[in-house]
């Protein structure tokens, strides 16, 4: 797997359509967010990863071969989640599951302390499988209110991918 990115961020901001074109692949991902900024990429070895924010709003996708056997959304987040799980920040009351014909959805905090205070972090996997690639699109924003709902809403409804 990728080296996982890590943003830092505060404040959030109105939603913008945003494409990852997925090199040398023909498709792209598109999704509703706060305008993001501090973009990078990274292309190694035919996988491919794509991290950004927006205030407290971060994105990280990461396109990669295959790295077990399944063929499935529900697959890929049974690999990686059984893994990912294991994490002992997360919050384990919070952690919630759904499936919609697109994706494999898991929601779940993290929660610890940042310079001696408590901090925590919503964050949401969207696993999914396309053109023989596995597919996990991670958004969190930090310190959340019950306005930043909305932003989970947008991006579950607007995610998408293909040509």
Do not use: C
Not at 30 to 58: C, I
């Amino acid at each position: 797997m990728l080296l996982v990115l890590v943003l830092a961020f505060a404040g959030t901001a109105s939603a913008d359509t945003t494409e990852v074109k997925i090199p040398k692949q023909g498709w792209a991902i598109s999704f509703d967010a706060p305008a993001l900024s501090d973009k990078k990429e990274s292309k190694k070895s035919g996988d491919f990863a794509f991290a950004a924010n927006s205030h407290r709003f971060n994105i990280s996708l990461f396109v990669e071969k295959p790295r077990g056997s399944g063929t499935t959304n529900r697959d890929w987040y049974e690999y990686y989640w059984s893994r990912g799980s294991t994490n002992p920040m997360i919050d384990k009351r919070s952690v919630s599951f759904s499936e919609t014909d697109k994706y494999a959805r898991v929601q779940y905090d993290i929660v610890t302390t940042f310079q001696g205070k408590p901090f925590r972090m919503t964050n949401v996997n969207y696993y999914f499988i396309f053109r023989d690639r596995w597919v996990d699109v991670h958004i969190s924003v930090s310190d959340p209110r019950p306005e930043d709902d909305q932003i989970f809403k947008t991006f579950d409804a607007s995610l998408s991918y293909g040509p």
